[in-house]
């Protein structure tokens, strides 16, 4: 029988290992992003918000190699970035951030340069009435999915898909705000989490529950989905709150189910047989 594969949880705890029989934490830390390629593990890392307030530019990526069972020390690869980013990946050749804070894409090259900002929105109060909120990103042959969270715009969310050079072409309004996640299947639909209702569903599908909890992080492999979910609560809770990591099959029926300590912010399963990466393997 084939062993079920194993996932990375970026989390405000750290970063967890996790398969069907439970977890186990790599690296302690708060990460709001993390993507996989050639063994390595590449994450946004970031502080709290009462943390940011003394220092806003505390986000920085930071790559990790497996040794010893465990991961290394880490290399910062770029640092000084705004503590409001989120979802990180490979694609096109360059390194992917969502800058959510300043709605733009930060776009950097094989030796950690910035080579382009490709800007969403123009810049607006954090948290204010016209702050989007983009907190992923998937890129997929010719065409970019972000997620617009749209809380703070107080409308529903909506997946905005662009060109390569970043010029819209379609945009989905979905039925819920606060949503997190893009995954395009092999059909073409999109996937993404319907955060504050706790299900997943396809733009223009029926929804699949997973729970009462808030849902976020998503990996879709060729047999499984791995689903995140977690407690909700105020921002300087969010970092003790627990959750669950929920894994289906593909036809979305519940096969096993797990308990984490942490809340996940983005998951990736390990072998990069994952459409939730630009590239999958």
């Known amino acids: 029988m084939t062993a079920p594969p194993s996932y990375v949880v970026a989390s405000r705890q750290g970063i967890f290992l996790v398969d069907h029989p439970g977890h186990r934490l790599l690296v302690p830390?708060?990460?709001?992003?993390?993507?996989?390629?050639?063994?390595?593990?590449?994450?946004?890392?970031?502080?709290?918000?009462?943390?940011?307030?003394?220092?806003?530019?505390?986000?920085?990526?930071?790559?990790?190699?497996?040794?010893?069972?465990?991961?290394?020390?880490?290399?910062?690869?770029?640092?000084?970035?705004?503590?409001?980013?989120?979802?990180?990946?490979?694609?096109?050749?360059?390194?992917w951030l969502v800058d959510s804070g300043h709605q733009?894409?930060?776009?950097?090259?094989?030796?950690?340069?910035?080579?382009?900002?490709h800007r969403i929105g123009p810049p607006v109060e954090r948290r204010g009435p016209d702050d989007a909120h983009i907190n992923s990103f998937l890129g997929r042959g010719d065409r970019i999915h972000l997620m617009f969270h749209n809380v703070h715009r107080r409308i529903p969310s909506e997946i905005v898909t662009f060109d390569r050079g970043f010029r819209e072409i379609?945009?989905?309004?979905?039925?819920?705000?606060?949503?997190?996640?893009?995954?395009?299947?092999?059909?073409?639909?999109?996937?993404?989490?319907?955060?504050?209702?706790?299900?997943?569903?396809?733009?223009?599908?029926?929804?699949?529950?997973?729970d009462v909890l808030y849902t976020r992080g998503l990996a879709v492999g060729p047999d499984e989905i791995a689903v995140g979910s977690s407690l909700y609560g105020a921002r300087p809770a969010r970092g003790m709150l627990p959750g669950f990591v929920t894994f289906l099959d593909r036809a979305y029926a519940r096969v096993a189910r797990i308990y984490l300590p942490a809340a996940?912010?983005?998951?990736?399963?390990?072998?990069?047989?994952?459409?939730?990466?630009s590239q999958p393997r």
């Not at 220092?55 to 465990?70: A, L, Q, T």
């Not at 379609?170 to 893009?182: E, F, I, K, N, Y």
């Not at 912010?265 to 459409?275: K, N, S, W, Y």
């Open 29 to 95: 830390g708060y990460f709001f992003g993390v993507t996989i390629r050639d063994g390595a593990l590449y994450c946004f890392r970031t502080v709290s918000s009462p943390e940011a307030a003394a220092n806003p530019d505390s986000g920085c990526i930071i790559r990790y190699r497996f040794r010893d069972g465990g991961l290394d020390a880490g290399e910062v690869l770029v640092e000084g970035l705004d503590y409001n980013g989120h979802q990180v990946d490979f694609f096109d050749g360059s390194f």
């Open 170 to 210: 379609a945009r989905a309004q979905l039925p819920s705000t606060g949503c997190h996640d893009v995954v395009e299947l092999e059909d073409g639909s999109l996937l993404y989490c319907e955060s504050i209702r706790g299900q997943i569903r396809t733009v223009g599908g029926a929804p699949h529950k997973i």
């Open 264 to 277: 996940p912010t983005q998951i990736r399963r390990l072998d990069g047989a994952d459409l939730s990466l």
């Open 104 to 117: 733009r894409i930060l776009e950097y090259d094989a030796q950690w340069r910035r080579v382009a900002e």
